[in-house]
């Protein structure tokens, strides 16, 4: 009996091994592929799904731009008049504190002085009062009132000063004083 | 030599069917992996990094249509809001335009109420002719605010009154309270009866020089569709309260020339203007 001598079955073996591991490693690169394959479709669509998203978004922004043009006149109305109530507030602000001011003095003078001049410069915020009396008891009286410090803590330092007597007989007084925000009186 | 390199060759390609037909998994396995770089690198990085962008996108859009949504249902609100029903009020209160004519009829309606006689008016109001028109210190008129040097101007008018002091109290009080907004900014009281020393008599009649100024809109206001409406603060509310008590006078918008038959407003002065 004729005996077989087979020389590549040691290289057989060795390719059938290689061959395994190249099918397993296969496996995986596939698998991975297969993977990365389902990854791109997905972020395909996502794309897709956001591109659409944005182009309804824009669309939808159109129409009310259209809308919001529509009522323009509206929009400017409501703007203008609310910057011109900005200015009022302003202007309101500044007209109380020589309203408030006039207010106090008025009442704190009584009714035998009277304001006979005054003046406002609304820049420096400063305002000037030139009083009269016909009794130098009442300016007196009034210049008394004045170094209280009530004044002092209402309006800050009050000036006084030209205590003259007039060609009638009476006398006038002037005080001057600053209206900064903290020394006013409150609303 | 050509027979050489024509075996080579053929030996070349047996080995390479060698190689395929022994290790064709390694050799599709290379393939396969080749795909996925290209795919990952050519396709799904840039998908994923246009993704990032795009869902950024979409929330901005978003974001403004949401913006534009609530502007759309403010705008549509606002024929009934605070604001649009007190318009009138506040545009005869700050005027867009130098309120010349509307600030005269206002002092001649409060100087009747408060029974003052008017013995001279006058003022510079600058060039008139435009809305826009130049002004400058000269001309008594000025722009000032404090938070927008141009948002504002100005107007300066001089009068003269006299009337007993209870009238001219009521007058000074209600000059403050006439649309256009005008305020009191210097003030001389003189007693114009000397035979009377009593300040207080009601028989006294006083002459009272006074300063008033009065303000008008200048700013140039633009409106941007992506802007926010503008929510009124509760300052600006009350302000809105304050313009109720105003007194208005209502000035028709003149178009065109008109010949005589024109009230005087202020009889006593002859053309002080």
């Given amino acids: 009996m004729a005996k077989d001598i087979n020389f590549v079955q040691n290289r057989r073996k060795k390719l059938t091994k290689d061959q395994k591991k190249d ?40 129409e009310m731009e259209r809308q919001v043009l529509a009522q323009e006149p509206i929009e400017q109305s409501i703007v203008i008049a609310t910057e011109k109530l900005k200015i009022l507030s302003e202007l309101f602000d500044q007209r109380y504190d020589k309203q408030a001011a006039i207010d106090y003095f008025s009442n704190i003078f009584g009714p035998q002085v009277l304001i006979k001049d005054i003046n406002y410069e609304a820049d420096e915020r400063i305002l000037s009062l030139r009083l009269q009396s016909q009794s130098i008891f009442v300016l007196e009286e009034v210049f008394l009132k004045l170094s209280d410090p009530t004044v002092d803590e209402q309006f800050g330092n009050v000036n006084k000063s030209e205590l003259i007597r007039n060609d009638r007989g009476g006398y006038n007084m002037a005080i001057t004083l600053s209206l900064s925000e903290e020394d006013l009186p409150k609303k | 030599m050509a027979e050489a390199a024509k075996i080579k060759s053929l030996n070349q390609q047996n080995n390479l069917k060698y190689i395929y037909n022994t290790r064709r998994y390694l050799v599709w396995s290379g393939f396969f992996a080749l795909l996925s770089l290209i795919l990952i690198f050519l396709s799904i990085i840039p998908q994923i990094s246009s993704i990032s962008g795009l869902y950024s996108d979409l929330i ?19 024929n009934d809001s605070l604001i649009i029903t007190n318009l009138d009020n506040i545009n005869q209160a700050l005027p867009s335009k130098k309120p010349l004519l509307e600030l005269l009829t206002s002092l001649n309606t409060v100087g009747n109420q408060s029974r003052v006689r008017f013995n001279d008016i006058s003022l510079s109001p600058g060039k008139i002719s435009t809305e826009s028109a130049e002004t400058n210190q000269n001309g008594r008129t000025r722009s000032k605010s404090t938070a927008n040097p141009t948002s504002y101007e100005s107007l300066f008018l001089d009068v003269t009154v006299t009337g007993p002091l209870n009238s001219i109290n009521q007058f000074l009080t209600e000059i403050e309270k006439i649309a256009p907004f005008t305020t009191i900014t210097a003030m001389t009281l003189n007693e114009k009866s000397v035979d009377n020393t009593n300040i207080n008599s009601q028989d006294a009649v ?6 008033i100024s009065t303000y008008f809109f200048s ?37 065109e020339i008109r010949g005589g038959g024109l009230e005087n407003l202020f009889p006593n002065i002859e053309s002080s203007i």
């Fill in chain 2, 219 to 255: 700013k140039s206001v633009i409106v941007n569709i992506d802007a926010k409406i503008p929510e009124l603060s509760v300052s600006q509310r009350e302000i809105i309260d304050d313009l109720q008590e105003f007194t208005y006078t209502s000035v028709e918008e003149q178009f």
């Fill in chain 2, 60 to 78: 901005k859009e978003n974001k403004r249509l949401a913006q534009l949504k609530i502007k759309v249902a403010q705008l549509i609100d606002s």
């Fill in chain 1, 23 to 62: 099918f397993q490693i296969f496996k995986i690169v596939v698998g991975t592929f297969g993977v990365l394959l389902a990854v791109f479709f997905i972020t395909l669509g996502i794309d897709f799904y956001l591109k659409f998203q944005v182009k309804k978004a824009q669309d939808q922004q159109r």
């Fill in chain 2, 206 to 211: 006083f002459e009272a020089k006074l300063t």
